[in-house]
């Protein structure tokens, strides 16, 4: 009896957490979805990892416990872990992001400017910029970067967690760099290379 309240217990918290905790898999899907949208970009295929193969007994046992989960655990909870992305100041970011990613791509392409390690932009080598363009670059440079902290701020603020704003932003920087197209720059480790 006494490990069955143990594993209540634990099956209790493990639903606790699921609505406590940052929903990181959910924020990536909700980056990925926001930059390729900005991006206009076709979803990437990626190819499948392969897996390990388990031994049959292993496969069974793991079985058991996903059923036994699903029946203590609503499924419905899963559902929970989505991350809105719509509200009247996410639309509002993305297209004013969206109708700019048309002066950034040029930028992107001539390697003027790169994606720094906080998901930030960053121009790279300011010499490399014509004299006449640079006042226009740092100004789409500023605005962009002001428009990526604001929603990061804005899906915080729409999913009633505002504290989650810096671990939205985490995650954005990373996929801001797994979306960027070939040949574009990027910042790592503190140098600049080249996707």
């Given at each position: 009896m006494k490990?069955?309240?143990?594993?209540g217990a634990l099956l209790l918290t493990a639903c606790?957490?699921?609505?406590?905790?940052?929903?990181?898999?959910a924020a990536e899907k909700a980056a990925d979805d926001i930059i390729k949208d900005i991006?206009?970009?076709?979803?990437q295929q990626t190819q499948p990892k392969p897996k390990a193969s388990l031994p049959?007994?292993?496969?069974?046992?793991y079985q058991v416990l996903d059923t036994a989960i699903n029946a203590v655990v609503s499924p419905a909870l899963a559902d929970e872990a989505d991350l809105a992305i719509d509200s009247a100041e996410i639309r509002q970011l993305r297209a004013a992001m969206e109708?700019?990613?048309a002066g950034l791509q040029p930028l992107y392409v001539a390697g003027f400017i790169g994606i720094k390690a906080d998901g930030l932009l960053a121009v790279r080598d300011i010499d490399s910029v014509p004299l006449k363009d640079r006042n226009q670059v740092n100004k789409l440079i500023a605005a962009e970067n002001a428009d990526r902290q604001s929603l990061y701020q804005a899906i915080a603020n729409a999913?009633?967690?505002p504290e989650w704003a810096a671990q939205i932003k985490s995650t954005f920087a990373g996929r801001w760099l797994s979306n960027?197209?070939?040949g574009w720059w990027y910042q790592s480790s503190?140098?600049?290379k080249q996707k």
């Open positions: 490990k069955l309240s143990v594993i606790v957490t699921i609505n406590i905790y940052f929903p990181a898999a991006q206009k970009n076709t979803p049959d007994w292993q496969v069974s046992v109708s700019r990613f999913n009633g967690h960027a197209q070939a503190g140098s600049w």
